[in-house]
């Protein structure tokens, strides 16, 4: 079912997002009804795209690690699994596993909107919403702390390659495991260091947006603890999708991953938290601090579509 992926997993960055997080009900008919909304998702954004024809109209609709076999006793992905907590001082990592995920995204905010209403209408009493919220395109696809977020992103076809599970797993071929994380940022703490602190802590200048060459990258720079190779050399990659969000109380990142594995990501988080083989962790999260975590399998639409 690789063909028929769905198009959040790879699309390129949207100008404005919903993050909708749900827990199931303990109605008698809930879970019928999850079932039967996630079977018509597919549709449902079809006709959307219709309606609005320019918007590039995204959904990413996840389901949560332990709420998979409520859904779907039978079969799981193979390599599904928890969020992993974590915790190193002020480092943290906590994991807040939620049901389902919908990331509605669009370069129009109308889109999203009637779509993101849509969704929890369908839902009705049978889901609870958890968290709502608006991602936005900051300036030239930058993260809050001013710098660009995204650079080295895989490109083209490399993007399914990274993302789409294949014949690994042929049940799910087409799926991909996501990661969800917002993190709260202290912007005043951010903008006291100096901008060649600030690019010391990414390792890639802020205006321009240059890597720095490797022996000029701090062990704790961000860029340096994910950038991360298997024993046989070649990268880990993962495909990130994350957006700003914020309003006058709140301000930070909903950093996503969409990956064929979530081992890569677990990797890459662990380096950060724990840092290396010295113990040297990711500068960054002196002024961003995760307050949610959780992961999803984000099926294929032909797999959704045999829910009905
Ligand atoms: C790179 C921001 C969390 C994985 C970057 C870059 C920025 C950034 C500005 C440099 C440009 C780019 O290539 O995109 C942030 C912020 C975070 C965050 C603000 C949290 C608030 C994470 C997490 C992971 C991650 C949790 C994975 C567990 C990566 C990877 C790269 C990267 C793989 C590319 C490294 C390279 O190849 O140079 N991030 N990031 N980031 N980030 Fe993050």
């Known amino acids: ?35 039967s909304v996630l ?8 006709a959307y795209r219709k309606r609005f024809p320019d918007a590039r109209l995204h959904l990413t609709l996840g389901v949560g690690s332990a709420y998979w076999d409520r859904l779907n006793p039978q079969e799981r992905p193979a390599l599904l699994r928890a969020f992993p907590a974590l915790e190193n001082g002020e480092r943290v990592a906590p994991s807040t596993p939620v049901d389902l995920l919908f990331i509605v995204r669009a370069d129009q905010y109308d889109a999203v909107f009637d779509l993101g209403a849509e969704i929890v209408k369908s839902l009705e009493d049978a889901a609870e ?37 294949g014949a690994e797993d042929p049940e799910f071929a087409g799926g991909s495991y996501l990661h969800l994380q917002r993190y709260e940022h202290d912007l005043s703490a951010w903008q006291r260091l100096s901008v060649k602190q600030q690019e010391d802590a990414y390792g890639r200048t802020k205006d321009d947006n240059i890597e720095y060459p490797g022996d000029k990258k701090s062990p704790h720079a961000h860029t340096k603890r994910t950038s991360l190779k298997r024993e046989d050399g070649t ?36 380096s950060m938290v724990e840092g ?28 959704l579509e045999q829910l009905a």
């Open 39 to 46: 079977a018509a998702m597919p549709q449902r954004v079809e």
């Open 129 to 165: 919403l958890v968290e709502e919220i608006h991602g936005f395109r900051y300036r030239d696809m930058r993260d809050l702390t001013g710098f660009v977020d995204g650079t080295e992103n895989p490109e083209g076809e490399d993007r399914l390659e990274v993302a789409l599970v």
């Open 235 to 270: 990268s880990m990659e993962i495909l990130r999708h994350s957006m700003p969000y914020g309003d006058s109380q709140r301000k930070g990142l909903m950093f996503v991953s969409t990956c064929r594995t979530p081992e890569h990501y677990e990797r890459m988080l662990t």
């Open 276 to 303: 290396d083989e010295e113990g040297r962790a990711d500068r960054i999260l002196e002024f961003t601090r995760a307050v949610t975590g959780a992961a999803f399998f984000v099926p294929s639409n032909g797999w």
């Open 1 to 35: 079912m690789r063909e028929t992926y769905q198009s959040g997993v790879i699309a390129e960055a949207s100008k404005d997002a919903l993050f909708l997080t749900f827990n199931q009900t303990h109605n008698e008919d809930a879970l019928a009804v999850v079932r």
